[in-house]
C-alpha cells in the first residue's frame, strides 16, 4: 500500500468547507433532487435530475470500460435485483448483515451505535458489548435521554413475492450485486470457458435499510454499486489482491480525484465483514471525514463454497494445466456508483474571482463532465448564425452530448457551463458567417481559440479520446 494511511499525519482541507454549497448546486442545476419532494420528500432517497443522470451514466461508463471493455478477462453480468431467498441465508446476510442500534427511551429515536457521539474509536468487539452504553454512558443525541443496550439490525429490505404475504414468499432486496455473479460463477465460466484468474463485472441497484442514512447521497436506502469478483487460485489470492487495490485506486486518480484526498484504510480483524479474510478501503475525504469510497476485498471460497455445500451442485473449478478441481478464491472490487458521482462532483468543485467576480466551475473530466460541448450565438438576432450554431451542434450530438444556449448574454452563458462542468464552448459570431471559424474556449483556463467550423467535431472527438487516454 503506498497512499497515506495514518489519519493523524494527513488531513488534507476537503474541496469544499460545507457540504451544503454543493447540495445547493445539485439541486439548483438539475444533478440531483430529494425523491418525491411534492410530498415532503423520503428519507435518504435522492433523484437525479438532467445532469444528475448523464454524470452517473457516465462514471457507469467509466468503471465499465476500464473493468470489461478494456480486458480480456473480465466479463459482464446483469442479475436480477430479486434472488431466491436461500441466497441471502448461504451467503449470512441473513444472519449478519446487521448495524448495532440503539433506541432512546424518551423519544423513541433510533441511532446507529458507531454513529453516536464518544464511540468514534470504539472497536468492533467493544460495539458488540451489551453493556456498553452503561460503560460509556451514551446517551440520546437529541434530547439527552437514556439510550437502550445495542441490538443487532439487519439491513435487508424483506418484500414478498406473489399474491401471497406469508413467511414462505419472503423475498429479499439485494443488499449487494456480489451474490448475482457467484450464483451465476458456472454458467458464465462454461459460456465463456474463461480460464482462472477471470472476473464477472456488474452494476445494478442494491437496497440497505440503513439505520442512518445522510449526507446527502453518501449513504442512501437505495444505491447503485459497481461490482467486479476476480476468481482466482487460493494461493493467488494475496498477490492478486494487491494488484487490485492500486488499480482501484489509480482509477479515481485517472478521473481527476486530488491524490490527497485519496488514502487506503485496512479493516481490523474485528471490523472484518462476514465473508471477508483481508479488506482494504480506498477512503477520501469528503466534507464530513474520511469515508470509504470502495472496499477490495479477498473472499476466500466463503461464497462459492457455501453456495456449493447449500445448493448441493458443483461449483468447483477444474484446471486442465494442473488437473486439478478446486473452489476459487475471490477477489472483489466493490464501489458505489452514487458515491464516486459524488465524489467527482464535490472533488471539482472551484471557486475563483475572475475580474472582480466570483466564478464557480466543476473541472469535472471531460468523459465524466454531463455535456461535452455548449455552443452559443455571440448574435441570437442574427438567423444565420442560429443556423449555423444549430448545425453545429446537430452534427456533435451524434457523437456526444452537446448543447444549444441562447437564453442569456455570451458571457453569463459561459458562467453557466462553467458551473455545471462543460469542458468546451463554441462561441459563433458575425465573423464565423465570413471565415468559416469559431471560437472555442476551455472551461479550466477559459483560453480562447479560433478553429474552422470544418472538422470541429473531429477535433472534439479526438480531444476527449486524448482525455481519456490521459494525454
Ligand atoms: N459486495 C461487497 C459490498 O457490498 P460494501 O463495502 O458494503 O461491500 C460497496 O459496499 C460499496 O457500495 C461501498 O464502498 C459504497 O461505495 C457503496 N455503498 C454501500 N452502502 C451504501 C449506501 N448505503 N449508500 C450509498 N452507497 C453505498
Known amino acids: 500500500m503506498t497512499a497515506q494511511t495514518d489519519p493523524a499525519q494527513h488531513d488534507p482541507a476537503p474541496a469544499v468547507a460545507n457540504l451544503e454549497t454543493i447540495v445547493s448546486l445539485a439541486k439548483r442545476r438539475g444533478f440531483v433532487f430529494p425523491s418525491s419532494e411534492i410530498y415532503g420528500g423520503i428519507n435518504a432517497v435522492w433523484d437525479y435530475g438532467p445532469l444528475g443522470v448523464e454524470l452517473k451514466n457516465n462514471v457507469k461508463r467509466a468503471w465499465w470500460r476500464a473493468m470489461v471493455q478494456e480486458r480480456d478477462d473480465i466479463v459482464g453480468l446483469d442479475a436480477g435485483i430479486l434472488m431466491h431467498p436461500q441466497v441471502w441465508v448461504t451467503s449470512g446476510h441473513v444472519e449478519s448483515f446487521t448495524d448495532p442500534l440503539v433506541e432512546c427511551r424518551t423519544d423513541n429515536r433510533r441511532f446507529r451505535l458507531d454513529e453516536l457521539p464518544g464511540t468514534e474509536r470504539l472497536s468492533q468487539t467493544d460495539l458488540r458489548d451489551p453493556r456498553i452504553v452503561e460503560r460509556l454512558r451514551l446517551r440520546c443525541p437529541v434530547d439527552g435521554g437514556e439510550l437502550s443496550p445495542p441490538r443487532r439490525f439487519n439491513l435487508m429490505f424483506r418484500t414478498f413475492m406473489g399474491p401471497v404475504e406469508e413467511d414462505a414468499s419472503v423475498v429479499y432486496l439485494r443488499p449487494e450485486t456480489a451474490q448475482g455473479a457467484y450464483v451465476n460463477f458456472r454458467n458464465v465460466q462454461q459460456s465463456t470457458r474463461k480460464k482462472l484468474p477471470f472476473g464477472i463485472a456488474q452494476v445494478g441497484k442494491a437496497f440497505r435499510n440503513e439505520i442512518t442514512p445522510g449526507n446527502f447521497v453518501f449513504r442512501t436506502r437505495e444505491f447503485e454499486q459497481m461490482e467486479m469478483q476476480y476468481f482466482v487460485r487460493p ?237
Open 235 to 471: 494461493e493467488r489470492a494475496a498477490e492478486l489482491f494487491e494488484e487490485w487495490l492500486p488499480r482501484r485506486h489509480a482509477w479515481y486518480l485517472s478521473y481527476g480525484v486530488t491524490p490527497e484526498r485519496l488514502r487506503y484504510r485496512e479493516h481490523a480483524p474485528d471490523e472484518l465483514a462476514h465473508y471477508a479474510r483481508k479488506a482494504v478501503d480506498v477512503e477520501y475525504r469528503f466534507p464530513f471525514g474520511w469515508k470509504e469510497l470502495e472496499g477490495v476485498h479477498n473472499r476466500g471460497d466463503w461464497d462459492l463454497g457455501r453456495h456449493a455445500e447449500a445448493s448441493g451442485e458443483n461449483l468447483s473449478y477444474f484446471d486442465p494445466a494442473t488437473n486439478e478441481s478446486f473452489i476459487p478464491f475471490i477477489v472483489e472490487t466493490a464501489a458505489g456508483a452514487d458515491r464516486a458521482a459524488f465524489t467527482f462532483l464535490i472533488d471539482a468543485y472551484r471557486e475563483e474571482v475572475v475580474r472582480g467576480e466570483k466564478r464557480v466551475s466543476l473541472a469535472l473530466h471531460p468523459d465524466l463532465a454531463p455535456y461535452k460541448v455548449a455552443v452559443l450565438p455571440l448574435l441570437k438576432k442574427r438567423p444565420e448564425i442560429v443556423e449555423l450554431c444549430q448545425k453545429i451542434v446537430a452534427d456533435l450530438r451524434t457523437d456526444m452530448m452537446a448543447v444549444y444556449d441562447d437564453t442569456a448574454s455570451i458571457g453569463k452563458l459561459y458562467r453557466r457551463q462553467d458551473e455545471i462542468g462543460t469542458p468546451w464552448c463554441v462561441t459563433v459570431d458575425v465573423d464565423s458567417l465570413e471565415d468559416g471559424a469559431l471560437t472555442i474556449r476551455q472551461r479550466d483556463s477559459m483560453e480562447q481559440q479560433r478553429v474552422p467550423v470544418e472538422g470541429v467535431k473531429r477535433l472534439f472527438v479526438d480531444r476527449l479520446a486524448a482525455a481519456r487516454s490521459g494525454i
